[in-house]
């Protein structure tokens, strides 16, 4: 099992930055895929950015450019820098993580779940 919460949501205007961090506990090794979802009212949950072990990141094309993932090992802790958001971007955002290799941006393959921070962004 892996406890992953999330902190770091809230309300900015349009082109404004958010950091969003995901503190990971209670594994017994240490995942190896983590990354951030996202969803919208109404639409279902999408792959925004994800990071191996190694720190090699794979976003979706729609962030890239503006958002960064990062992952701090020692301190078993993910971050999302997400810079000029957009108002559609308005959504819960979700820190997930798994053991197996393949770090895709597809949802289902992840196994542990944080609860979700929401981030709104208004133009």
């Known amino acids: 099992q892996v406890q992953l919460v999330e902190s770091g949501g809230g309300s900015v205007q349009s082109g404004g930055s958010v950091r969003l961090s995901c503190a990971a506990a209670r594994y017994t090794y240490r995942p190896y895929c983590m990354g951030w979802f996202r969803q919208a009212p109404g639409k279902g949950r999408e792959g925004v950015a994800v990071?191996?072990?190694?720190?090699?990141?794979t976003y979706a094309d729609s962030v890239k450019g503006r958002f960064t993932i990062s992952r701090d090992n020692a301190k078993n802790t993910l971050y999302l820098q997400m810079d000029n958001l957009k108002p559609e971007e308005t959504a819960m955002y979700y820190c997930?993580?798994?053991?197996?290799?393949?770090?895709?941006?597809?949802?289902?393959?992840?196994?542990?779940w944080g609860q979700g921070t929401q981030v709104t962004v208004s133009s």
């Open positions: 990071i191996d072990l190694n720190g090699a990141p």
């Open positions: 997930a993580a798994k053991m197996s290799f393949a770090c895709s941006l597809t949802p289902l393959t992840y196994n542990f």
